[in-house]
T-cell receptor, first 115, second 112 residues
Framework: GAGVSQSPSNKVTEKGKDVELRCDPI?????LYWYRQSLGQGLEFLIY????????KSGLPSDRFSAERTGGSVSTLTIQRTQQEDSAVYLC?????????????FGEGSRLTVL | GESVGLHLPTLSVQEGDNSIINCAYS??????FIWYKQESGKGPQFIID?????DKRQGQRVTVLLNKTVKHLSLQIAATQPGDSAVYFC???????????FGQGTELSVKP
């Protein structure tokens, strides 16, 4: 498709289980971002990729969170041993040159519910 | 830490009126600002951006104003329509590496 694609759109999991969230950016976009949005809140920065490297992972809340990007395209955000406070919508965005040079194109998010 | 914040969490306007959504930012080194619109259940969508070497930029029915002296950003929507109902976020960037820092959002409700 032409936009940023995220999967799954909804994920319900039990506390302590691991989850993987996938992001397919717009073809040709070198920059990829993960944000987290809790109910009624703003967007919390998690990690930023330029190509396959992550120059800024300062927003990852704990070592249970990790992300990778392969082939300069698809990215996976992994949350290990999920906790109830991890429940949120996880948004992925991509851009041509990074947040200083143009708009971010967002996917519709993956809603994670940890029971 | 440094952040971008909004003065009003909710704003209710009559259809056809003009809307003004405000945003304060704290990082004086930021040089790029964007407004996003987020409808329920969807990802944020770009509205308009402005660089710090400008103080005003206009789009279709929208205008962004930047006042660097008081570190204030505003979004003006002319002739507000029901389809404008959404949450609006400001974001700052330019000195954050590649990332954008988002504010908390203002919910705009348009009454017919």
């Amino acid at each position: 498709g032409a936009g940023v694609s995220q999967s799954p759109s909804n994920k319900v999991t039990e506390k302590g289980k691991d989850v993987e969230l996938r992001c397919d950016p717009i073809s040709g976009h070198t920059a990829l971002y993960w944000y987290r949005q809790s109910l009624g809140q703003g967007l919390e920065f998690l990690i930023y990729f330029q190509g396959n490297s992550a120059p800024d992972k300062s927003g990852l809340p704990s070592d249970r969170f990790s992300a990778e990007r392969t082939g300069g395209s698809v990215s996976t955000l992994t949350i290990q041993r999920t906790q109830q406070e991890d429940s949120a919508v996880y948004l992925c965005a991509s851009s041509l040159g990074g947040g200083t040079t143009g708009e971010l194109f967002f996917g519709e998010g993956s809603r994670l519910t940890v029971l | 830490g440094e952040s971008v914040g909004l003065h009003l969490p909710t704003l209710s306007v009559q259809e056809g009126d003009n809307s003004i959504i405000n945003c304060a930012y704290s990082n004086s080194a930021s040089d790029y600002f964007i407004w996003y619109k987020q409808e329920s259940g969807k990802g944020p969508q770009f509205i308009i951006d402005i660089r710090s070497n400008m103080d005003k930029r206009q789009g279709q029915r929208v205008t962004v104003l930047l006042n660097k002296t008081v570190k204030h950003l505003s979004l003006q929507i002319a002739a507000t329509q029901p389809g404008d109902s959404a949450v609006y976020f400001c974001a700052e960037g330019g000195n954050q590496g590649g990332k954008l820092i988002f504010g908390q959002g203002t919910e705009l409700s348009v009454k017919p």
